[in-house]
Nanobody, 125 residues
């Protein structure tokens, strides 16, 4: 059974940085496309970033380009999301997701089979 556990969330002020981690157990992490999504209260879940398992290729939502960086450490079965210059609009529950053996990057949630429980990030103004 594949299990994803997020950590590193919290309450920060606008302009601060946070680094989220997602530890994956079960399955073969190095063959998973890994992604981050987020959901703010009253809004749809939205794509944040993804990193491919084959070549480390990354993709970002337009609003996060230049501020967020997704990375992975296959030796630790962990994917990271470094978030810089946080703004109140980044406040949401952040989820990591995994898709085994994807041939390309996907930026919609239906593509992913495995999900973490989510972690809260709150940015105060």
């Amino acid at each position: 059974q594949v299990r994803l556990v997020e950590s590193g969330g919290g309450l920060v002020q606008s302009g601060a940085s946070l680094k989220l981690s997602c530890a994956v157990s079960g399955g073969v992490f190095r063959t998973y496309l890994m992604a981050w999504f987020r959901q703010a209260p009253g809004k749809e879940r939205e794509f944040v970033a993804a990193v491919h398992w084959m070549n480390g290729e990354t993709d970002y939502a337009d609003a996060e380009k230049g501020r967020f960086t997704v990375s992975r450490d296959n030796s630790k079965n962990t994917v990271y999301l470094q978030m810089n210059k946080l703004i109140p609009e980044d406040t949401a529950t952040y989820y990591c997701a995994a898709k085994p053996r994807a041939t390309t990057l996907f930026n919609f949630d239906d593509a992913y089979q495995h999900w973490g429980q989510g972690i809260q990030v709150t940015v105060s103004s």
